[in-house]
Nanobody, 122 residues
Framework: QVQLVESGGGLVQAGGSLRLSCAAS????????MGWFRQAPGKEREFVGV????????YYADSVKGRFTIWRDNAKNTVYVQMNNLKTEDTAVYYC???????????????WGQGTQVTVSS
């Protein structure tokens, strides 16, 4: 069992930056690929990016590529996402999730955090 807690959300102006953190419980954090997803009002949850177990490989959705950076600190059981040049369309609840497998499909992630709100104003 893994429990995930996101933090760092808030209100920021367009063009600004935020860093989200996701702290995981348990001693097996390094055995999970960690993903970030987001859900905007009235829309389905969508994939943002993922990082592999060792932290040396990442993959991003086209909509955030070049603006968002995901990294992890396995010693601290924490995964991060740095979000730069934020746009109003980035407004959403952001979730981190853990996956023992290799899929990036939302349905294949085993554990989820409760989410943190990010609001980007124009």
């Amino acid at each position: 069992q893994v429990q995930l807690v996101e933090s760092g959300g808030g209100l920021v102006q367009a063009g600004g930056s935020l860093r989200l953190s996701c702290a995981a419980s348990g001693r097996t954090f390094s055995s999970y690929r960690m993903g970030w997803f987001r859900q905007a009002p009235g829309k389905e949850r969508e994939f943002v990016g993922v990082i592999n177990r060792s932290g040396d490989s990442t993959y991003y959705a086209d909509s955030v590529k070049g603006r968002f950076t995901i990294w992890r600190d396995n010693a601290k059981n924490t995964v991060y996402v740095q979000m730069n040049n934020l746009k109003t369309e980035d407004t959403a609840v952001y979730y981190c999730a853990a996956n023992r497998g290799l899929s990036n499909r939302e349905a294949d992630f085993d554990y989820w955090g409760q989410g943190t709100q990010v609001t980007v104003s124009s």
